[in-house]
């Protein structure tokens, strides 16, 4: 499952990794460069480029929504 978002603080990227490291699935954080980092390393995220939109990709739909709920609020 995939979904494109738009990250656009610091904060969204924390809240990221919060949501991430609470799901039982790995979650992936794509840019549109090509990098790829684990969306539950602050230190991977902290290196991918927000300037576009990024693609979080996780194999559960529940876990999925859980990190991308974070950016709605």
């Not at 990794?17 to 684990?38: F, Q, R, T, W």
């Amino acid at each position: 499952m995939v979904r494109q978002v738009k990250v656009s603080n610091f904060s969204e990227v924390q809240g990221i990794v919060s949501a991430a490291a609470k799901c039982y699935n790995e979650v992936g954080v794509h840019d549109m460069k090509g990098s790829i980092a684990d969306a539950k390393s602050i230190l991977g995220m902290m290196s991918l480029d927000y300037s576009r939109p990024v693609k979080i990709v996780c194999e559960n739909e529940h876990d999925l929504d859980r990190v991308v709920r974070v950016l709605n609020h």
